[in-house]
Structure formats: C-alpha cells, structure tokens
C-alpha cells in the first residue's frame, strides 16, 4: 500500500452557498480542508464588510461538530463599493480578498462590474494596501465565443489593469487555458493563479459527446486538451504561482437537468481523491503538498496549516456517494470517469 502524508489543504475558492444547501455541503470541506476562500456570488451577494461578517457567522454556525475550518471571506466587487469599507474589513483581518465578477459572466454576476473604470478607486485602495483581487476571467462580450473568453479578458481587460496597477495582487481564479498559465507565468510579480480539480481531469469533451453533460458543465467552461494539458503540468510542476481553488459549486439537480443549466461541479467531497489520481499518473505526488497546501498561503501571507492529512492507496476501489442529499435537494457528485483509489485516512 503507498501512502503520502501531506500539510492539510486549504480550498482557495470555494461555492459554499447560504441556508439549507451550506448546512449540506460544508461538512464535505471541512473534512480536508482547513480553510478555504469562500465566494460571495450569493443571492443577494457579500458586499460590504457587515455582510461578510454575518455570513461568516452562518458558515461557522453550519459546521459539523468538532471541526475546526476556517472561512476566508471576500466581498462582492460593485461599481458602488465603498474603499473605506474594503479597508476597514481588511484591517479587522475579516476580509482576505476581493472579486471581480464581470457582470453577466457566471452565476449571480449581474451586480458585477460592467465598468472597471469605476471600480478604479477601490483597485487602488487596494493596491496600496495588498488585498488580492481575485478575478474570473472572462469577458462577456457577446461577440466572443465563449472558448476564447479566458484569452480576451487577459488581453483586453486583465494585462491593461495591472499595467496601470502593477502593485495590485490578483488571482487569475480557475485558470482553464494554456494562454492563462502562459500569462501567468510570464509575470513578473503580483500574479499567480489558481486551477480546479475537474478542469486538471476533464476536457470540453466531457460535457458535449454522447449527449449533454450537465454536470460537467461549469465557468469558465471546460476547454480543449492541450489546455488541460498545460493545467496539469503546471499543477504538478511546484511552481509556487499555482495552487488549488476547486471552484466546488453545488446546484441542486433540477438547476442542472434543464433546457438552461447552472454552471458548477460539486468536488468538494473527492477533491483530494482526484488529486492524489491526477498528481501520481504526473510522477508528481511528491508535488500535491506544495499544489494543495503550501502555495496558497505563501501567496496570500498566511501560514501553513501545522495539521496533517494521510492520503492512502487502496486496491479496491474508493467509493464515494452519486450524490450528496441536502437540505435543498439532491447535488450530483463529481464523477472523474475513472476509478478512485487514493483516499483520505480518518
Ligand atoms: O461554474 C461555475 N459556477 N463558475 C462560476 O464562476 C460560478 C459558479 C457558481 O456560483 O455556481
Ligand atoms: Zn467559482
């Protein structure tokens, strides 16, 4: 049996939603992780310092039992935040980051930014006062296909920005293109990127042969393989610029199963399952701590966990649930298409 022992990971992005789904999905985190980046795209979303404190609470008072997982919180970046706020919350060591959701670019993104123009004074602020920004990244323009939205936001919106504010931290969220892991690398500071577990497995195959996929449906959406091929060996390379934010991101099956599908795959609860699979078919298992534990708080000047995890390799298979019940409906499980054979010792 082969068994790798590893920091315990943190989630540096993180879909834990609000009422009834949180209280089902955040024992699924908690269980490997030990802290995670939680988005704000709730309905309505996190916006000012106050609101993050409150949904805080909710996330703290969701815990199971015992556990002892630490919620980072970030706010919803408008055209109306207020830099004061932002400030306030970074100095009270509430607020770890902020995001930039284009408006329209993904799930509860219509209060985003259409105008990062007026969104300038808070990028400043935060600028000089080292709150990351993390981005997705994408463009919304109608006239872009959707494939090449990762690239066009990088060049039209993302490298115009940290020209004019080379001191602002930002974190090109879910990469999914060989042009962001590319970019990302040819920077020579403040950027850094991180990569979920299913884009690292799955490639734009998975949601459209045979019929539709819905639960391989996500944004940014999955892309071609060379793609996932540059994903992988940056993951697996210990470059300290790329670390694991799974972008885990429930719906309920009905939301999924429709003629208008959300976007989200739920990974929280096989992530280190994958990675383990993924990290040694690269020979990099000795590469997943630095992936999965250590490159993100070094990028966002936290310290590593002191807590550590066992991951084992069983020769029968590791099974883990179809799907996850919730308080808000059944939520359909990541499904790597191939057998599971690492898991994490309890
Ligand atoms: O697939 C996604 N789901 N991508 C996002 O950016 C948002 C997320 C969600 O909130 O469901
Ligand atoms: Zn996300």
Not at 170 to 185: L, P, S
Not at 215 to 244: I, M, Q
Request: overall charge negative; glycine content about 6%.
């Amino acid at each position: 049996m082969q068994s790798i022992t590893i920091r315990r990971p943190d989630d540096w992005h993180l879909h834990l939603r609000d009422g009834a789904m949180l209280e089902g999905v955040i024992g699924d985190t908690s269980r490997d992780f030990a802290r995670a980046i939680i988005m704000p795209n709730l309905v309505p979303p996190v916006v000012t310092t106050a609101d993050a404190e409150a949904y805080r609470a909710r996330i703290i008072a969701a815990l199971p039992k015992g556990d002892k997982f630490q919620p980072l919180m970030t706010l919803y970046l408008t055209e109306h935040t207020n830099p004061d706020d932002v400030e306030a919350g970074k100095t009270s060591g509430l607020i770890t980051a902020v995001k930039l959701y284009p408006a329209g670019a993904t799930t509860n993104s219509h209060g985003g930014v259409r105008d990062i123009e007026k969104a300038i004074p808070v990028l400043e602020r935060m600028a000089k006062i080292g709150l990351p920004l993390c981005v997705h990244g994408e463009v919304t323009t109608p006239e872009v296909d959707i494939f090449d939205r990762e690239a066009v936001f990088i060049e039209t919106v993302l490298d115009p920005l940290r020209k004019r504010l080379p001191e602002l931290k930002v974190t090109m969220e879910h990469v999914t293109t060989k042009d962001g892991i590319d970019y990302i690398k040819s920077a020579k500071a403040n950027l850094a990127g991180s990569i979920t577990t299913h884009h690292l497995i799955i490639n734009r195959n998975a949601i459209l042969v045979g019929g539709i996929r819905p639960h391989y449906y996500c944004l940014p959406v999955a892309k071609r393989e060379n793609h996932r091929l540059a994903l992988r060996a940056a993951a697996t390379s210990g470059d300290p610029r790329f670390f694991l934010g799974t972008d885990s991101a429930p719906h309920v099956d009905p939301l999924k199963e429709c003629a208008c599908g959300c976007a989200g795959i739920y990974t929280s609860i096989n992530t280190m399952s994958c990675l383990a699979h993924v990290f040694e078919q690269e020979s990099a298992l000795d590469k997943l701590e630095a992936f999965a534990s250590l490159n993100g708080p070094a990028w966002y000047g936290l310290p590593v966990n002191e807590e550590r995890i066992t991951l084992v390799k069983r020769k029968e298979t590791v099974n883990f649930p179809g799907k996850v019940e919730t308080g808000a409906g059944l939520v359909t499980v990541f499904d790597p298409m191939f057998p599971l054979h690492w898991d994490v010792e309890r």
